[in-house]
């Protein structure tokens, strides 16, 4: 019996000797095959492509860094002037920023109205784009020769709406109308060219643009404005086709994609 015994317990240590090799040798050989065959990390499914390829330059075309962006209001423009922030920033670009509020805004823009400005051509800025009412000799002193200058429209009629709600605070004919329905009933009622802020109430975008606000409307005065518009800017984005223009802009100004990527500000 005790020889029995002695015979069982050799066949169990030779057993586990046996499975220990087995173990040992395929460990060994896990090692030596995840060496030979490099492994692939798994991707996300909803991993972004590589960072050079998301900013990739356009083509054989260089970057635009000199920049005038007209902010208009109420269009979208606090999106586009961020994403200018955003570009500079990263490349350490000199902003010309206003001295005091807005440019001196509504007053036409003027040089002087520049923090650091030293006469024309002194400092070498590369993008301006606050709010200002637009005066292309005086921005021409400030910005070189060679900017890209661009701006942004919006429908009409949704920016009437949207300046209505904004400016009804501080804009005397929309304070003086019960609503936006009564105001646009009889605007002539609530409306005088004479009062601070009413420039709010009437072609605001024309006004943005440095024209005259209250010119009595004619078809030659609509093609005037907008042939002076196209001498003047390089591109016009549309409110209403947002993402369709920072397309278009991206390829202007040839910036990589990801100086485009934005979140909407400012809107209501």
């Given at each position: 019996?005790?020889?029995?015994?002695?015979?069982?317990?050799?066949?169990?240590?030779?057993?586990?000797?046996?499975?220990?090799?087995?173990?040992?040798?395929?460990?060994?050989?896990?090692v030596i095959f995840s060496k030979s065959?490099?492994?692939?990390?798994?991707?996300?499914?909803?991993s972004?492509?590589?960072a050079e390829a998301q900013g990739a330059s356009l083509g054989s075309c260089r970057p635009h860094t000199h920049v005038m962006f007209l902010k208009t209001h109420k269009t979208a423009s606090s999106t586009v002037l961020n994403m200018l922030y955003r570009f500079g920033d990263?490349?350490?670009?000199?902003?010309?920023?206003?001295?005091?509020?807005?440019?001196?805004?509504?007053?036409?823009?003027?040089?002087?109205?520049?923090?650091?400005?030293?006469?024309?051509h002194v400092v070498d800025f590369s993008i301006m784009g606050n709010h200002m009412?637009?005066?292309?000799?005086?921005?021409?002193?400030?910005?070189?020769?060679?900017?890209?200058?661009?701006?942004?429209?919006?429908?009409?009629?949704?920016l009437a709406e949207s300046s209505y709600a904004y400016y009804?605070?501080?804009?005397?004919?929309?304070?003086?109308?019960?609503?936006?329905?009564?105001?646009?009933?009889?605007?002539?009622?609530h409306y005088d060219p004479r009062l601070r802020n009413n420039h709010y109430a009437r072609n605001l975008l024309w006004f943005d643009f440095g024209l005259d606000h209250n010119a009595n409307f004619s078809e030659a005065l609509?093609?005037?404005?907008?042939?002076?518009?196209?001498?003047?800017?390089?591109?016009?984005?549309?409110?209403?086709?947002?993402?369709?223009?920072?397309?278009?802009?991206?390829h202007a100004l040839c910036w990589p994609l990801d100086a485009v990527v934005s979140f909407s500000l400012n809107a209501r």
């Open positions: 019996m005790r020889w029995l015994g002695c015979y069982r317990l050799g066949l169990l240590w030779k057993a586990l000797l046996v499975f220990l090799a087995i173990a040992f040798a395929g460990q060994l050989l896990g065959v490099p492994s692939e990390r798994p991707h996300p499914m909803f972004l492509p590589p990263e490349r350490g670009l000199r902003f010309a920023l206003p001295l005091g509020y807005q440019f001196g805004y509504p007053l036409p823009f003027n040089a002087h109205r520049v923090k650091g400005y030293r006469g024309p009412r637009f005066n292309k000799p005086e921005v021409e002193k400030v910005m070189p020769p060679d900017t890209f200058y661009f701006s942004i429209l919006r429908d009409p009629v949704a009804k605070a501080v804009a005397p004919a929309f304070k003086r109308a019960k609503g936006l329905a009564d105001f646009a009933a009889d605007p002539w009622r609509a093609q005037r404005g907008e042939a002076a518009v196209r001498r003047a800017f390089r591109l016009i984005l549309l409110a209403e086709h947002f993402d369709q223009s920072m397309v278009l802009l991206r």
